[in-house]
């Protein structure tokens, strides 16, 4: 095995390597898949270009407009609806090659499963509560009942699960794969009584997009060193007591995992304060800065009377509402030696919002570098800022009394001196 790729090539991308792994699951941080991920080479600008990621690895739940979603429902569009749907007189029958029931088994992350349809209903009665995994796929093929409610929720992902079923199924199948590809451009139709056949044609329409999919995945396979992609399978990535980084981005590395749960179990809170311009220019973008005080925040979100609003997304604020004495502030307080890290400074018109993310204790240094998660949510606050700025004061929040409590900067003195 070679420990250098070929000069002009690159070693394989992880879901082409691993095809049976998802973008989230804990296989690429434990096992085999660590150990590639682990052992990948840094990869230049243009191998994203070379290798795109597959869509389901770029589904992202945050900026869907879906609220829940069912096992496997890894969205390849915004609306999830399938890319083909017509017909054309130059077509050609799947059936002699794949069925949605055609025995082989394939897996995805920890499941193992026997067919397409399997992995389809196992989607449709788990995600319900219907069964465990240890259900059996004769007792998926009898059914569960479902009420009216889940039938029309499984209505809005079944394409997407059968989608995704196919693509793991076949991307684990060279010879499945070779005959997808070698239908050309025709449209493809799945002979059967179901749903899934006949008019609506969906698991044919789904093939059609899966072809498109691995068409894009593959156009540039003969430029992969499959040998030093094998040497970086079987590599110790621990060897000599070296201890790997992994990319600050890297979906699947533990300080992301960290950085994406911190945003997403985290709430708003609003801290409104007229600031000097002294202090607002201390503050740059990535900056992490410590509180030696308790922080008086509100959950209670409306427009502004003051200059400079502190947006505080966080986890561990306490609740100190239930404590007032007829104030109604939403009063929520983080307690003293906090630390935040300065997310972002957005300004509109006379307003400027400063965006900060508490920080969990002992994970500082996780933080210390701008990643992808952050960008979405600058995005996310900054379109909240221009709304929340139309809305109503809140009259308690305007009061003198609640501005005295807020009235000195975050992280640093009165003399514009941090801590």
């Not at 989608?163 to 239908?183: G, V, W």
């Not at 979100?301 to 239930?322: E, K, N, P, Q, V």
Request: net charge negative; with cysteine.
């Amino acid at each position: 095995m070679k420990k250098y790729a070929d000069e002009g090539k690159f070693a394989a991308p992880r879901w082409l390597v691993y095809p049976q792994l998802s973008a989230w699951t804990i296989g690429w941080r434990m096992g085999y898949g660590e150990d590639y991920a682990l052992n990948e080479p840094p990869r230049p600008r243009e191998f994203g270009k070379l290798f795109p990621q597959p869509r389901n690895w770029l589904f992202n739940p945050r900026k869907s407009k879906f609220n829940k979603f069912l096992a496997f429902a890894y969205m390849w569009s915004e609306d999830g609806l399938p890319k083909y749907s017509q017909i054309s007189e130059n077509h050609v029958e799947v059936n002699d090659f794949i069925t949605i029931d055609s025995e082989g088994q394939f897996d995805h992350d920890s499941f193992t499963f026997d067919s397409i349809e399997h992995m389809v209903l196992f989607s449709k009665y788990a995600s319900f509560g219907k069964c465990d995994r240890d259900v059996t796929y004769e007792e998926l093929k009898e059914g569960f009942e479902l009420s009216q409610e889940e039938l029309n929720e499984w209505e809005i992902f079944k394409y997407t699960v059968c989608l995704n079923a196919s693509y793991y199924k076949i991307m684990q199948d060279n010879d499945l794969k070779e005959k997808l590809l070698a239908t050309g451009d025709m449209t493809l139709i799945y002979v059967s009584d179901d749903e899934w056949g006949g008019d609506d044609n969906l698991f044919g329409f789904a093939l059609m997009e899966l072809r498109d999919e691995i068409r894009r995945l593959c156009e540039n396979e003969d430029l992969i060193d499959w040998e030093y992609t094998r040497y970086l399978q079987m590599k110790d990535p621990y060897e000599n007591n070296n201890v790997p980084q992994r990319d600050i981005n890297d979906r699947q590395s533990p300080e992301y995992r960290v950085i994406e749960t911190t945003f997403e179990n985290a709430s708003r809170y609003v801290r409104d304060v007229n600031l000097d311009s002294k202090f607002v220019d201390k503050y740059e973008i990535g900056q992490i800065i410590q509180e030696k005080a308790f922080v008086d925040a509100s959950d209670r979100i409306g427009g502004m009377i003051t200059s400079h609003r502190y947006l505080i997304l966080s986890g561990y604020m306490a609740d100190f509402s239930s404590f007032e004495k007829g104030t109604n502030w939403g009063l929520q307080v983080a307690k003293n030696g906090s630390r935040f890290k300065v997310v972002d400074i957005y300004t509109v018109g006379d307003k400027t919002q400063i965006l900060l993310l508490q920080l969990p204790e002992g994970f500082e240094e996780v933080f210390e570098n701008r990643t992808d998660v952050e960008e979405e949510f600058i995005e996310r606050e900054r379109e909240n800022f221009e709304k929340d700025l139309k809305k109503e004061i809140i009259e308690e929040l305007a009061s003198d009394l609640w501005l005295k409590r807020c009235e000195f900067p975050l992280g640093m003195n009165d003399e514009g001196e941090f801590f």
